[in-house]
Structures are given as C-alpha cells and as structure tokens.
C-alpha cells in the first residue's frame, strides 16, 4: 500500500471511530463489548470499521483493535515500541489477545463482585486508580468496621465515573445528589446513584442506609421511596421500630 493511501486511512478512520464507531460501519450491527474491530478499505475504497461480522468484505484490512463499551480505568498495553517501524501481524494478534484476556479476567471480576453484592446486573465500569472519593470511602469504613453502607455527598466529577451513560441535570429543588456505597470485602465495594430529599431527615444507621441502597440498586426501585418502604425494609435487617419524639 503506497504512503498516500495510509496517510488517507489514518486521517479518515479517526472520524469514523470518532461519528461511528459504536457499529460496524459495513452491516450497521452493533459492536459487542471485548470483541475484535478491524479498519480498513471496503471494496468501494471507502474508509470502514467492522466487526468479525464483515472483516471478509474488507478489500483490505489497515488496522485492528479490541471494542470496549464499558467506563474502566485506562490499561497500559506495554511498550510503544518504535513509531516509524510497523508491527507485525504476529505482535498485533498476540496484543489484542492480551487485552481480550485483561478484560474478559476484569469481568468475571466485576460480576462475582456484583453477585456478592446482591446486585443482577452487568457492570457499566471498573475502578482500580485512586482517587478522591475512594480514599474518603476506605478511611471512613475503616474507621466504621461495622458498617457495610454508607450514605455520603457525591465529589465533582465522581458521576462520570458511574457510567459512560450518566448524564446528570440539577436536581429538583430541595434535593440534592448523594453516593450509597456497599463494601462487599474490604477495599471492594459497588456505589450507586441516589437523589435525596433534603426535606427529610435520613438516620446515619446502618439498616436504613442498607434499606435504601437495596430499594435503589439491588431492587431498581425508581420514583420517590417512601419512608414506610425504607422502615419495613430496615426493620428485617434488625432496625427497631420508628419511634415519635414525645
């Protein structure tokens, strides 16, 4: 292949992966998480990403790679190597092999963690880098060995690290966005998002917290929970009935 088709390829397959690159860009089918992608020149010479589904209508095949639709941590792939010498087909395939494996093993992770959590639902992200609001969560369980929930204010910047599909507007008035954090085992734990009614006082008990982060994650409950749901629900967790001041 002469430089000017490369030079064309490179500049045009960053646009499709940038407006397109969700699907195969060939029979429209939806790309699968941890699947292989490949780009390349259609029979048309026109600039495509596919998937496994129709890399044998490519005319020719200029790149490969791994599609991952999940928010995790960034993984380093090893060393660059020389940028003017091109890799063979051999290191590509054993590269993409290694990636499949990294997150094929991260989600077998993610998805025992969530079984254990209680939690029937695939997981939209996996976090290993510190940051701010990991640290506040592990200080404060290991400050509260017997707690297993915790109901906490969310950090800037902490709802895009929920999922790549949160897109968050202001509340309503009188409510405001707060973090329910389950520790499975120490140094793993699942966060869900809640929308607290400031109106309403919430006791910082461990059967109430545990209540309303099973109504919301493990129950997907949605709309207002009433304070009747969050009383029955803690009470089978061992919480002692609500008492009037008097």
């Not at 292989?36 to 490519?58: D, I």
């Not at 928010?71 to 290191?91: A, L, T």
């Not at 099973?214 to 008492?243: C, H, N, W």
Request: charged content about 25%.
């Amino acid at each position: 292949m002469n430089r000017n088709d490369r030079r064309r390829f490179d500049k045009e397959f960053r646009k499709v992966l940038s407006t397109n690159g969700d699907c195969c860009g060939l029979c429209g089918k939806a790309l699968e998480h941890n699947s292989k992608t490949y780009g390349g020149f259609s029979v048309y010479s026109h600039t495509v990403l596919t998937g496994e589904c129709c890399v044998r209508r490519l005319s020719s095949i200029m790149a490969s790679g791994v599609y991952v639709n999940k928010n995790i941590d960034p993984m380093p792939c090893g060393s660059q190597g020389d940028k003017n010498h091109e890799s063979s087909q051999e290191d590509v395939e054993a590269t993409i092999a290694a990636i499949q494996s990294h997150f094929t093993d991260l989600d077998k992770q993610s998805a025992d963690l969530l079984r254990r959590a209680g939690i029937h639902r695939p997981a939209t992200n996996v976090s290993f880098e510190s940051s701010a609001w990991k640290a506040d969560d592990a200080a404060w369980f290991q400050s509260h060995p017997k707690r297993s929930h915790r109901m906490r204010p969310m950090y800037k910047g902490e709802a895009s690290s929920l999922s790549n599909q949160v897109v968050l507007g202001a509340p309503p008035e009188k409510y405001r966005y707060e973090i329910l954090v389950r520790q499975v085992e120490v140094g793993k734990r699942v966060r869900t998002l809640f929308c607290r009614n400031t109106d309403v006082p919430i006791p910082d008990v461990e059967e109430v917290v545990h209540a309303i982060f099973d109504i919301v994650a493990q129950f997907g409950k949605s709309g207002v929970i009433s304070s009747d749901e969050v009383e029955a629900l803690a009470a089978q967790y061992g919480m002692p009935p609500f008492t009037e001041p008097h």
